[in-house]
C-alpha cells in the first residue's frame, strides 16, 4: 500500500517563496507527481521526478529524495493566481502501474 | 484535439438510481481511470484501464462498473447509487502506463445522490 502525507492548508504572501513538503511511503515506488488544481477545476501537471535531486521548471521546482521518501514543491516569486491546491502524488510499479494521491495542500496566496 | 471530455457535468441522482458518467479521449491514449475527489479525501482511484477490453480494480471499486470497448472511451456504470457515492468524478487518461508521464485530467462530473 500507499501512504501520502502534506500538510493541509498553507499561507503565503505575494512575491514570497513557499515550500510544500510530501513525505510517502511506498511500495514499488516508481516516481513522484506534483499538480495544481485550483477550485472547481480539473488537476493540472506540474512536475514529475523519478531520480534524486531538484527539477526546475520557471517558477516552480520539484526535488525529490528517494532514500527519505520526501519530496518538495517550491514555487517563487508568488502570485495570487498560484492560490490553488497542490497535490502529490506517487507511482506505483506494482503489477500495473497506477498513481496514488495525497490529500492536497491548500495554499492561499495573500497581498 | 478537444482532449479528455467527460459528460455531464452535473448530475442529481435519488438513491437507487442508475446512471453512466460518460469519458472520452481523442488523444490515442492507452491508460485510462477514474477518481472521485471528496473534501478532506484527495483523489482516490475507482478503476483503470490499460487498453481496449483491459479494466482492473483501484482502491475504491465497490458500487461501480467499467468496461473499455474502445480506445477512445471508458465509461463509468453506477449501479444503484448510494448517498456515500455523491462526490466529484474525475476521467484521466496517459498515453501508456508503462511510461511514466503525466495524466491528462477531464473537467470533472459533480454527482449528488439524494
Known amino acids: 500500500g500507499q501512504n501520502i502525507d502534506q500538510p493541509t492548508e498553507m499561507t503565503a504572501t505575494e512575491g514570497a517563496i513557499v515550500q510544500i513538503n510530501c513525505t510517502y511511503q511506498t511500495s514499488g515506488f516508481n516516481g513522484l507527481f506534483w499538480y495544481q488544481q485550483h477550485a472547481g477545476e480539473a488537476p493540472t501537471f506540474l512536475s514529475y521526478n523519478v531520480l534524486d535531486g531538484l527539477e526546475e521548471k520557471g517558477r516552480f521546482s520539484s526535488f525529490l529524495s528517494r532514500s527519505k521518501g520526501y519530496s518538495y514543491l517550491l514555487l517563487k516569486e508568488l502570485q495570487m493566481k498560484d492560490s490553488a491546491s497542490y497535490l502529490c502524488?506517487?507511482?506505483?510499479?506494482?503489477?500495473?502501474?497506477?498513481?496514488?494521491f495525497g490529500t492536497g495542500t491548500k495554499l492561499q496566496v495573500i497581498p | 484535439n478537444a482532449g479528455v471530455t467527460q459528460t455531464p457535468k452535473f448530475q442529481v441522482l435519488k438513491t437507487g438510481q442508475s446512471m453512466t458518467l460518460q469519458c472520452a479521449q481523442d488523444?490515442?491514449?492507452?491508460?485510462m481511470s477514474w477518481y472521485r475527489q471528496d473534501p478532506g479525501m484527495g483523489l482516490r482511484l475507482i478503476h483503470y484501464?490499460?487498453?481496449?477490453?483491459?479494466?482492473d480494480q483501484g482502491e475504491v471499486p465497490n458500487g461501480y462498473n467499467v468496461s473499455r470497448s474502445t480506445t477512445e472511451d471508458f465509461p463509468l456504470r453506477l449501479l444503484s447509487a448510494a448517498p456515500s457515492q455523491t462526490s466529484v468524478y474525475f476521467c484521466?487518461?496517459?498515453?501508456?502506463?508503462?511510461?511514466?508521464?503525466?495524466?491528462?485530467f477531464g473537467p470533472g462530473t459533480r454527482l449528488l445522490v439524494l
Open positions: 502524488a506517487a507511482l506505483n510499479s506494482g503489477g500495473y502501474q497506477k498513481v496514488t
Open positions: 484501464s490499460v487498453g481496449a477490453g483491459i479494466t
Open positions: 484521466a487518461s496517459s498515453y501508456s502506463p508503462k511510461f511514466q508521464e503525466t495524466q491528462y
Open positions: 488523444m490515442n491514449h492507452e491508460y
